[in-house]
């Protein structure tokens, strides 16, 4: 783990930093918000969120919707998502239709 107040490397054990001699709470470093924050605010484009957006095109929309102008990248791979399930869906729904239709005559 590193001192919160000058980066030093410090040991789990240790109670104050060898560098700069600033206590260490080991509580307060194992529940820094900061990064945790970092962590949620990541924006990156995940296939994930693609498969997401095309197995749920509404929610993939929405997400796109919410998120393009906070995690652009993120708003693109529901985006994407989105468009693809949109046509997926599209071709069953016609395809149902196709089927339905063939079977009344
Ligand atoms: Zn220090």
Redesign the pocket.
Known sequence: MY??????E?TEESKF??????SINHYEYFTDNSTQISWEKKDISNAGYTVLGAFFPVLGLIMFLCLRKEMPNTARSYKLGFIIGFVLYAIMALLFILFFIAFLK
């Open positions: 001192c919160p107040n000058c980066g030093h410090v930093c060898s560098n700069c001699g600033a």
